[in-house]
């Protein structure tokens, strides 16, 4: 297994490090995937984590101008290793400054992802950095778990409000309620409930609009082929997950999706620039 | 606006509805009272009253007249009910109390009457939120038969001169002792820690004295000299009432009940205000 790769363009850099801390601010441990082309972030969904799942992908080359990556054989040619996003964001922020960024996979007292660079300091020496953040090497016998999951066979697909606004709102929901229901229906409203004993409170988003894969997707005949446009479809969530998608975001999406299968799944989806990040939510009875 | 175009027909089921433009016009001058989770609402014509008691020794109401809200309709000659303060100001706030210029949260409270939720429809950028929370039958607020013909001592004071003063007070001390009198020192206030006052004695207490000539004192009639001491632990909350406020009045009575009286304005330089009251502290043997 080898990796080196080299990050020269300060926009790049800038990115990947954006984007590292928002994975960061969605969990604490997660498996960064390196094939060929991609880098993968990603989060399988099980009861371990609360039942979310996240898949964040880019493309390699729109972070690193040098890139050398040689699997764990030429079958499965990648490297599947278990990172704590948080320790590779704070390696990365401090070397926003570099002219050129290197990023290793060494053996040290243990597997390890090595950021070097060297920063121009006020004098003409200039200061090397290195950090080695420790990672696991996931084996091949468990990289079934990490696939690129599925399209969830959803009931309905809306664009979502300004992730602010939502933002807003649902932090002052959590301070009611632990459970919050999301409904979305064909004509591009969106709703955000919660209700208890105290309080009943729900947020009307409007002229969302409809992906245009809505139409097909909802296939086979299920329910949703009689369904009414205007019928909402929903999925109770706790709170504090949908806040935590929420206070993970660092930059405005170009495109922002929700998909809800009713009663059991709320898919998001976020697209920025070449970056994509999905996050799944179950729901709860 | 989505708000406004509500049907004749769903408001004549209300005996209350207010509206106003900025919902921080309300909000701002509850968190001034919000030392407690439950708050009693009364309405009459002339307005809103939202009253807050502690353990029947410390009580603050706010007024906020019909003329500041956009929309003041009721129905009856008074309407009353409790609802928890705590979840209202979250529903004020639903949409983060942003304080950016321009923005701001149009809002209309709607009742229908004993057992019923109260509404509120909350709007900003297009979006609406609908609260509905729920009331009690409301407790009837304590009377503590302060008035005016009691009053031995008055001051006016502008906020500023006590706001430094309570900004540096320890909080952690147990009582507030306050000396009006129509000679030195006037006006007086001194922080006391009475476990120190054993140890100490006098040395080591704080105190602030406001001279009856100084520019911050609007008025000043004291008729006869009082000392009356207070648990800063009932006082502490009328700090964030204070904070809002331009202008404080300081009354105290022949039992030496504490009434403080604040001038606040909202957001859009109308006036209301917001009053303390509280009972003095048993007299303790130093």
């Known amino acids: ?285 | 606006m989505p708000l406004s175009t509500q049907s004749q027909a769903d408001d004549e089921q209300y005996v209350l509805v207010a509206s106003l433009d900025n919902a921080r016009n309300l909000s701002n001058i509850l968190k001034a009272i919000a030392f407690k989770d439950h708050a009693i609402f009364s309405a009459t014509p002339n307005g809103l009253k939202v009253t807050v008691e502690d353990s029947k020794c410390l009580q603050a109401n706010a007024f906020i007249q019909a003329e500041i809200f956009q929309e003041f309709t009721i129905r009856e000659d008074s309407v009353g009910f409790q609802v928890n303060l705590t979840v209202l100001l979250d529903c004020l706030n639903i949409f983060g109390g942003s304080t950016a210029p321009g923005v701001s949260t149009a809002l209309r409270m709607c009742y229908k009457g004993y057992g019923y939720p109260l509404t509120l429809f909350l709007e900003e950028g297009g979006v609406v939120t609908v609260c509905k929370i729920n009331t009690q039958e409301p407790e009837e607020p304590v009377d503590f038969e302060f008035c005016s013909t009691n009053v031995t001592n008055k001051v006016i004071l502008q906020s500023e001169s006590l706001k430094e003063a309570f900004s540096e007070l320890d909080m952690t001390s147990e009582v507030l002792q306050i000396t009006m009198s129509p000679s030195q020192p006037y006006f007086r206030f001194v922080v006391k820690n009475l476990k120190l006052l054993s140890t100490f004695g006098n040395s080591g207490n704080a105190h602030y004295d406001y001279p009856k000539d100084s520019d911050m004192m609007e008025l000043f009639r004291c008729d006869k000299t009082q000392t009356n001491r207070y648990k800063m632990s009932l006082l502490k909350p009328s700090t964030k009432a204070l904070a809002l406020s331009c202008k404080v009045s300081v009354r105290t009575d022949s039992r030496g009940f504490l009434s403080l009286q604040y001038l606040v304005r909202n957001d859009d330089g109308q006036i209301c205000f917001v009053e303390y009251f509280c009972c003095p502290d048993e007299e303790v043997e130093e």
């Open chain 1, 1 to 285: 297994m080898k990796l080196r790769g080299r990050i020269l363009d300060v926009a790049c850099l800038n990115r990947f490090t954006r984007v590292v801390t928002t994975i960061s601010k969605l969990t604490k441990v997660c498996v960064l995937r390196l094939t060929p082309d991609n880098l993968f972030f990603v989060l399988s969904g099980k009861v371990a984590n609360g039942g979310i799942g996240m898949w964040c992908e880019l493309s390699q080359a729109n972070v690193f101008d040098e890139y050398q990556m040689e699997g764990v054989s030429s079958e499965d040619n990648e490297i599947c290793l278990e990172v704590t996003p948080e320790n590779l964001s704070r390696a990365l922020k401090t070397v926003q400054s570099a002219k050129a960024v290197k990023v290793k996979l060494t053996k040290k007292h243990c597997p390890c992802l090595t950021i070097a660079a060297e920063l121009p300091t006020m004098s003409s020496t200039s200061r090397v950095v290195t950090h080695d953040v420790p990672v696991d090497i996931v084996p091949r016998r468990l990289w079934h778990e990490f696939k690129e999951p599925s399209m969830p066979d959803f009931h309905v697909s809306v664009y979502l409000p300004p992730l602010k606004t939502m933002k807003n709102v649902v932090d002052r929901m959590k301070n009611l309620s632990n459970f919050l229901v999301m409904e979305a229906n064909l004509i591009g409203e969106m709703n955000l409930k919660i209700e208890t004993d105290l309080v009943s409170v729900t947020t009307h988003f409007k002229d969302l609009g409809n992906p245009p894969w809505g139409d097909d997707a909802s296939q086979d005949g299920g329910p949703s082929h009689s369904r009414e446009p205007e019928a909402m479809v929903q999925a109770r969530v706790d709170i504090r997950k949908l806040q935590q998608f929420l206070m993970g975001q660092q930059v405005n999406p170009s495109k922002a999706m929700c998909n809800i299968v009713h009663e059991r799944v709320v898919h998001l989806i976020l697209l920025h620039e070449d970056v994509s990040l999905q996050y799944f939510i179950p729901a709860v009875a």
